[in-house]
């Protein structure tokens, strides 16, 4: 009885209370072959070290010690101990959504944080706390910036996140949206003169996604001044968050739609992680989710409030600025606190060791006969490699050695037949990527 509240003592006070003899005559209304009749067929009861080691074996069971290059959209970062140690404080880990926000100030201060840290980091002028993750932090830009032009025209690359495109068609489907796809170019980016042909007056928004699903790292200036020359927005995507403490902010972009899991959120089989929309602050009143600001109280002492709309009143039907009704406060603290954590230049710091990494472990794969790097543009911390053996072959050889060798992009881009999409951040060592090298050029010679 140790978990179970209700004491033998306090069920037969509660029958009393009811004026029923019987837990059997309580349950009388219940057909008698639809009640449970003798003890449920579960195992015997664990004690808690049972139940420790239970769980302990089957967390071993998962990876197995396995090397692993994997990006394509989750990104395994070191995540200091101070967020889990704040982040587990009852203040926060039990404050979800306060009906009555303005009582909750901690809540709303740390909110109000995130949507500072998000401007500065995207050079945006306004952002919200938060969207569900990155998945949907676009089809909700795509919605905003329909709102805002009045035209049912997108326009999306492939060489953005495939399935955060699939999200994008899930919202779009039944609605008089017109999404166009278009094409990578040889060098592994948008395909600028498919966008120029693309681009007319009905077109809403240009999406764009920089560093982009292969890696590369795209031309915003120049890709936003196209769209802007059509009365048309650029949504700028982000999926690697880690990429801006080097990388050039997508300042010209007029709205961001980011995932900030590589702040501080672990990999969780994929989320719950946090979705950011950042925008010109002349687009505020159509940016859905919350919004926190800052103001002084009738003492002048300054406290924090729910902006432009309390809460889920902007969720109103055809009026509505969202489908999401909730934020995600408790993984928006930890980015916060691991953007906090790490600072400007430390978060600068741990971008050049992505960097360095990654184009380290392409350096060396490039050697390898048989292995090419099939675009020329600019990386981060991803890249993509052409292989002239069959890539499911190879990965296979690689999970015999205890390597999960990166993403087979066939399954997403036929065209890339043989192609692997691996990632390289600062939590692997030199001699990893050298181990990685070794049994990769190994499972390329035992060709079948």
């Given amino acids: 009885m140790r978990y179970l509240p209700k004491s033998e003592r306090i069920r037969k006070e509660m029958l009393a209370t009811l004026g029923v003899p019987s837990m059997e005559e309580l349950f009388g209304c219940i057909p008698e072959k639809a009640r449970q009749k003798g003890p449920l067929n579960l195992p015997r009861a664990l004690s808690e070290p049972e139940i420790l080691e239970y769980f302990q074996e089957r967390a071993a069971e998962n990876s197995g010690g396995m090397l692993r290059l994997l990006g394509a959209g989750v990104y395994n970062h070191f995540r200091p101990v101070l967020v889990d140690a704040l982040l587990s404080r009852g203040e926060f880990f039990t404050a979800y959504t306060p009906y009555q926000a303005e009582i909750a100030q901690g809540t709303l201060q740390s909110i109000f944080e995130f949507q500072t840290l998000m401007c500065q980091l995207t050079e945006q002028e306004v952002a919200n706390a938060s969207m569900y993750d990155g998945s949907t932090a676009l089809p909700e830009s795509v919605a905003m910036a329909l709102r805002i032009t009045g035209r049912r025209r997108v326009l999306v690359g492939r060489s953005v996140h495939p399935e955060y495109r699939q999200v994008l068609g899930t919202y779009t489907r039944r609605q008089d949206v017109e999404v166009v796809e278009l094409p ?144 995600q406060a408790l993984c928006a603290l930890a980015a916060t606190i691991f953007l906090c954590v790490y600072g400007k230049e430390g978060l600068r710091k741990l971008a050049e060791q992505n960097l360095a990494k990654a184009h380290y472990l392409a350096g060396e794969l490039g050697k390898l006969g048989g292995v090419r790097l099939p675009f020329g543009a600019a990386f981060f911390n991803e890249f993509v490699v052409r292989l002239d053996a069959d890539a499911a072959s190879v990965q296979q050889r690689l999970r015999e050695k205890g390597i999960i060798g990166g993403v087979n992009l066939t399954k997403w881009y036929p065209e890339l037949k043989n192609s692997l999409l691996l990632c390289a951040t600062e939590t692997a060592k030199r001699a990893d990527l050298d181990r990685f090298v070794a049994a990769f050029k190994e499972a390329m010679g035992a060709r079948d």
Avoid at 192 to 199: N, Q, S
Avoid at 206 to 228: M, T, Y
Avoid at 257 to 280: H, N, R, T
Avoid at 282 to 296: A, D, E, H, I, W
């Fill in 184 to 327: 990578v170019g040889r060098d592994g980016r948008l395909h600028r003169e498919a966008l120029r042909g693309a681009l007319n007056d009905k077109t809403a928004a240009v999406a764009v996604q920089s560093p982009n699903f292969f890696g590369c790292l795209e031309e915003i200036p120049a890709i936003a001044e196209q769209a802007h020359r059509h009365g048309a927005l650029l949504i700028g995507v982000i999926n690697e968050g880690v990429s801006l403490g080097i990388v050039r902010p997508p300042a010209e972009a007029d709205i961001v739609a980011m995932e900030g899991q590589s702040f501080g959120l672990p990999l969780s089989y994929g989320g719950p992680w946090v979705g950011v929309i950042a925008s010109k602050e002349k687009f505020v009143r159509s940016l859905p989710g919350r919004l926190c600001g800052q103001t002084t109280d009738r003492q002048g002492r300054r406290g924090f409030v729910l902006t432009l709309a309390t809460r889920e009143q902007h969720i109103r039907r055809a009026k509505a600025t969202s489908n999401i009704c909730t934020n």
